[in-house]
């Protein structure tokens, strides 16, 4: 960015020509400008990286989010499982991130289909990349492995879960984010060389495709293939709802993930430094973080109320965990468009996104799909629901914008774009499904065949806190004494002998 | 602020003089590159600032989950859902309301003192007055003033009802008040270009009268009107108390607020590069960070004083009690969070726990039900905030961050004259009565359309498993078995829900 | 920061040469724009260093919110109330001492070595050493400490003992070790003017010693001298687990401990504006970048390393013990985060979860009962971090992190001798004589006066029905039948509360 100011003494020798020592003039004045652009691209690297090491450190809320969300949304007598799951995203993805997923993912210069430097940090920093840009990356990495493990929740082997769980986070979300966000990915819009798919490339600017989406689907066929929860059908196929445990834990990830969204969406420019001069002074790079924290944050507002309203009619009740659900949904489905569009067109399409959701979740139960947290039908249906959105809504001058130094790009249909860049969210989504599918699903039924995926009925009927993870979660009612043998407590938790303590205590308390 | 930078060629080719060959050419030259870096910093002025704004907007959105665990963890297990649904609400509703007319309402210049009339639903954003951030921060006080009213209430309201108020609240009552003491064209804004109410205008720096008593008289109307909640008060008047269900949620939500806060109080100056004199270490930067300071000062005195009044008023360490002092001491600072020195901030926080335990005897006395003393904590300490900022803000400070302006009024004990405290006793009295005027009567209206208060029977038994779908906490793990587990809870549900 | 922009008129105008008419003029001229730019600069740095160092404060500061749900969660349900209360004092007295004298005898140079003596009550700040944001981010610190110390004897504390202990914690012990090891006074600092400890002084960035190892060592004599809980080792001497009565809010602090710890390490660099050669794309920043990696790799190689040896221990996949060999690995880190390698952080999360695992089993044996694991944990966690940072630290990094005195020694396996790993010998030593010294005979003291441990009655019946006013759980709804429900929860309570 120092370039307009670059001051040469040759430059400005001729022109002080008559003065005495000109050069010593010119080289004084311009070593003097030096200094100045100097100190100006420090500032710039200051304020960009405390930007995005601040949105860094939002996203990775959104895992507490997750770990809050699942664990209030399963039964009691899975939390342990479920929460230990979600640490360990954070945790072995970290490691396995570091050591070569950041690498598969933008280590360019590298083919269109995956990088190859960087492995282990190696050469790190570089002028392309810092290590805050490795941590946020990290970030969303480990938000596409939480999204699946809600899919999946209640019923999987642990081991299972350590196995799918390095291997989407250390190779299949790479390569796609390679894809479609490193300068070199084939299909993104920020390709640096070459011509763009369609002369267009795929805006999915956070990631509706490249994380929503992949996660979205993976706990897909994690879920189709182990089938669902005992007592989620009955006989008659009638559905029966298993209530999570903890309605104030799905608030409370709900309320996380919202606060971590604003990491995720408005971080992702990963600088805010930047004049577009196209406005006037007032208006740059930080108008349209600033937007996009707005359209995000109407979209999940419009797709809650709207689910609100809708499952009171279908369902008859005001359900806050519904609501918390058609939230998240709204917010993955504008996390592809919400730099390019308008605040007015992400709530027009949000809307619907909402109504996604309802059908999914209709279509799912219809086909006997159990998927505790909605995983699927959410991060999978909302997400894809929102890369079309872009397609469609993408406005010219926001496109030119964020992606410059490519003038007039295609743009969202409805604004008078063309269809190109809808061609290309198209040909985003079909890639994505397919990949997931060839990677994921092969997987999930290799552990299926080895026995490695399902817990035993057993296993699940008595909880797998009890079985595997040392204990139940909660402990409300205290007997210390026997509260180290596993087999004294179960009995107080299993509704078996709940009445125990009512008819001693009953007739004491009138 | 990139003014001083600017550079006429002319000048400084005259300077060169005739003799210099083209000394024209030169001075352009080096005045071209100056201009260059008067551009850039006006860059990075943005930049940074904005980067400030969000983050400060983040945290105060933060709040809002701090309402809602705080909330849920203050009321009976079986109303949980409801009130978390309440606060989720806030959010949503707010968030459409505020961009489709709210903000335009309170920040719409150029426009007359009462109300503002531009940028209904962002047209035009953003403006050099106005950045798409300034929305966000706005929008996330918009919701914390409902979030407050929603606990006054807490318990017997029917959902409707919050839905109307809510959206009255935070789409048109809150934005006019915020119109009158925070944009430039507010009749009481001390930011007022024209002549000042009383010469000084009212310091409501982050507002613990605009958010704050807002929220909590409104509060007060809604629990007034509706009546305490059934077995709150026995047959004797004894109070009972009717305790929360969860403390780790009371705590939680708390400590979440008071994190909040820190976006609430010092990111009020939504600017933080903007220096009191070039080139020194002095400047905005320091003014934001003596707010942080003043603000923990004020919630920790508060916090302590609560702590050993409570204990010899009732002979416990309740944490709870402990945690809503914090709050009145926050709630009270925030008026004058920049504007007055660390030390005040102590009495400040002091003086707030008395009020508030003040305040809750008088509405024991008075029979009036608040299952989180939102009225009494908001609305009491707020006031006395007002009234605080008029008595102790420092000359110094008021002209660092009301600039422009210079011999305002200040403190009364800090030798700055009364005129402040008018101002400020105005701005008293006006909010009570224009929060009286609105929702008064809408409480009022929706309580004999007999759409503000639940039946009997509901309350009995709990909204979470009459109205919203099931009870909020399954520690049974048979699903087959909820309907014992809910009859446990409360008998004379049981037929409800089976 | 703005010498190289130094731009004098008498030179300028001698280049000018006579012939130049006012060529005074035009040089002036010419520099009076340069003072400007610079001065910018000066501003510009000042508001962001301010910004990235207020809101590391705040994230510093939701780890007190961490601690409180971590605690909260690892006892047990009859406990919460008390322990959630310690916690929320920490900070709010804790805010207090620091301002009144803390930040004074830490911070308050010019001064001894031994000791600071200026700032009390914040006077005379903000100055060009110290402005307001770090004295918060300070106290953010202050508070941890005392957080730490609290779970070592929760259960079994009065809750006087508690607030004597907690107030000399971070209002004298603590603040006098920052001074020895962060100030510029210190007489094992690093940053010390004068010469150094080993002439390289102790590198402990963000305090594993100075924050972590004073917190655990407190705990360690606070719970040796009161002993173990009633029944955490039965007749035969067997340890009993007493597990903690709620996962999710110890998954829950936990992770929130972690979001804070981003605050914790990279914050610690107070300042983010300060390129190693102005105008290359590596500076402070990516230093302040890589120490997040290193905090990050740290405590992940320690939660895996947990996980799996807890299993091979237990049979058991364990979430309560994999989060604390989180903390123990970023309890770690925490001294070396900024000079050591990626790669490095990986090994010191490695030892560290065995470290966090032998403590353990050395305090079954001992009959030491600490129901949060935090003398273990911080102690001996962080001493290992102290050692490690001896052993790993880069010269690279050493010199960009503590510049002005070039030829430093750095790590032992990086071939830089064995003088850093002197001085961080004598510092764990040191340390642990002043805690030693200071807290135990507090302890004793409080020990021999009764005030210390709470009677068996209270224990048995958990200090929340007979001191807090209440069970922190109410999952009945009618108020009534608390007693009841106190039976149900704790037949031996129920004389005490009716």
């Not at chain 1, 997987?443 to 595997?468: I, N, P």
Request: include cysteine; charge should be neutral; proline fraction near 3%.
């Amino acid at each position: 960015m120092a370039d307009p100011l670059n001051c040469t003494a040759s430059d400005l020798l001729p022109i002080l020509g008559g003065a005495a020592n000109a050069t010593a003039v010119a080289t004084f004045i311009c070593s003097r400008f030096e200094a100045v652009s100097a100190k100006l691209s420090d500032a710039t690297y200051a304020i960009d990286n405390t930007y995005l090491l601040f949105s860094a450190y939002l996203v990775f809320a959104m895992q507490l989010g997750f770990a809050m969300l699942c664990a209030g949304s399963v039964r009691a007598k899975n939390t342990m499982n479920i929460m230990l799951t979600n640490v360990l995203d954070a945790a072995a993805g970290g490691l396995s991130y570091y050591l070569f997923g950041y690498a598969f993912a933008f280590g360019g210069p590298s083919n269109g289909f995956i990088g190859k430097h960087f492995f282990g940090l190696k050469e790190f920093p570089s002028l392309s990349a810092d290590y805050s840009f490795f941590l946020y990356q990290w970030a969303f990495a480990i938000a596409a492995a939480g999204i699946t493990s809600g899919s999946i929740a209640e019923r999987t082997q642990f081991v299972a879960y350590l196995i799918y769980s390095s291997f989407l986070t250390g190779f299949v979300y790479p390569i796609v984010s390679h894809w479609f966000w490193s300068g070199d990915g084939w299909a993104g819009a920020a390709k640096s060389r070459g011509d763009l798919l369609f002369g267009s490339g795929v805006i999915d600017f956070a990631g509706s495709g490249v994380v929503h989406m992949v996660g979205g689907i993976a706990g897909l066929w994690g879920a189709l293939i182990e089938g669902p929860r005992i007592g989620r059908f009955d006989r008659s196929g009638r559905s029966v709802a298993l209530r999570g445990h903890s309605a104030s834990l799905v608030v409370l990830g709900s309320f996380l993930l919202w606060f971590g969204w604003y990491g995720f969406n408005p971080g992702s420019f990963w600088t805010i430094l930047k004049s577009y001069g196209t406005r006037g002074p007032y208006y740059g790079q930080w108008s349209a973080v600033g937007r996009t924290a707005v359209t995000t944050t109407l979209a999940g507002s419009t797709a809650a109320l709207t689910t609100l309203f809708g499952k009171r009619f279908l369902v008859g009740h005001w359900n806050v965990i519904d609501v918390c659900n058609g939230l998240l949904g709204g917010f993955a489905a504008i996390t592809s468009g919400c730099a390019v569009v308008e605040p007015w067109a992400a709530i027009i399409w949000v809307l619907w996104a909402s109504w996604v959701l309802i059908g999914f979740n209709k279509l799912a139960e219809k086909l006997k799909y159990d998927d505790p947290l909605e995983a699927a039908q959410l991060h999978g249906g909302c997400g894809a629901w929102g890369v079309l959105f872009t397609g469609l809504f993408a406005k010219k001058a926001y496109v030119n914008e964020v992606y410059p130094d490519r003038p007039n790009r295609p743009y969202g249909l409805f604004m008078g774009g063309g269809g190109k860049l809808l061609a290309a969210q198209i040909i985003q989504i079909l890639v994505i499904v397919g990949w997931v599918t060839a990677t994921m699903a092969p997987l999930f039924l290799a552990l299926h065949k080895l026995k490695l995926l399902r817990v035993s009925s057993e296993d699940e009927m008595a909880g797998m806190d009890m079985t595997r993870h040392g204990g139940m979660a909660y402990i409300y009612h205290d007997q210390d004494d026997h509260s180290n043998l596993p087999q004294f407590r179960m009995n107080r938790i299993e509704p078996r002998d709940t009445p125990t303590p009512q008819p001693f205590s009953q007739p004491r308390s009138v | 602020m990139a003014a001083s930078l600017s550079c006429s060629s002319e000048q400084l080719a005259s300077l060169f003089g005739p003799n210099t060959t083209n000394a024209a050419a030169a001075a352009e030259y080096i005045c071209g590159q100056f201009s260059t870096v008067s551009n850039k910093f006006v860059d990075t002025a943005y930049a940074v600032d904005s980067t400030y704004l969000l983050f400060s907007a983040y945290l105060v959105f933060s709040m809002q989950l701090g309402f809602a665990m705080l909330c849920a963890g203050s009321v009976r297990a079986k109303n949980t859902m409801n009130i978390m649904l309440t606060n989720v609400l806030d959010a949503a509703a707010g968030g459409l309301f505020y961009y489709l007319f709210g903000f335009a309402f309170a920040f719409g210049t150029p426009s007359n003192g009462f109300i503002g009339r531009h940028f209904f639903g962002l047209k035009e954003m953003p403006s050099s007055s106005y950045d798409y951030s300034y929305f966000l921060y706005q929008w996330a006080f918009a919701i914390a003033a409902a979030g407050i009213t929603s606990g006054s209430i807490a318990e017997r309201t029917q959902f409707v009802a919050y839905l109307i108020y809510s959206s009255f609240l935070t789409g048109f009552v809150y934005p006019v008040v915020s119109h009158w003491f925070w944009s430039a064209d507010g009749w009481a804004s001390a930011f007022n270009t024209g002549n000042l109410l009383f010469g000084s205008g009212v310091i409501d720096f982050a507002g613990s009268g605009v958010v704050h008593m807002v929220g909590g008289i409104a509060g007060l109307y809604g629990a007034l009107i509706e009546g305490p909640r059934i077995g709150r008060f026995d047959h004797s008047g004894r109070a009972i108390a009717l305790r929360g269900h969860s403390a780790s949620l009371v705590v939680l939500g708390t400590f979440l607020l008071w994190f909040g806060w820190y976006g609430f109080n010092p990111g009020s100056f939504a600017k933080i590069l903007s220096p009191y004199t070039s080139g020194n270490y002095y400047g905005q930067w320091s003014a934001v960070g003596r707010t942080a300071v003043t603000t923990t000062l004020a919630g920790c005195t508060a916090a302590l004083t609560t702590l050993f009044g409570k204990r010899i008023l009732s002979g416990h360490w309740n944490v709870t009690d402990v945690c809503n002092g914090l709050l009145g001491g926050f709630a009270a600072i925030t008026a004058g969070c920049s504007v007055v020195e660390p030390w005040a901030a102590v009495i400040c926080g002091f003086v707030a726990a008395l009020v508030l335990i003040g305040c809750n005897k008088l509405a024991e006395k008075v029979k009036f039900d608040d299952p989180l003393e939102a009225a009494q904590l908001h609305g009491g300490c707020g006031t006395w905030g007002v009234i605080f900022t008029a008595l102790f803000a420092t000359e110094k400070y008021v002209n660092e961050v009301y600039p422009g302006k210079p011999g305002r009024p200040y403190g009364l004990f800090m030798g700055g004259g009364g005129r402040l405290l008018a101002a400020h006793i105005i701005q008293i009295l006006v909010i009570i009565g224009w929060v009286t005027a609105t929702m008064g009567p809408l409480f009022y209206a929706l309580h004999k359309l007999n759409l503000l208060r639940i039946s009997e029977d509901d309350e009995m038994a709990g909204m979470d498993l009459t109205r919203h779908g099931g009870f909020a906490y399954v520690y049974e793990d048979d699903a087959h078995k909820n309907g014992l587990q809910m009859r446990r809870i409360e008998p004379s549900a049981s037929p409800n829900t089976l």
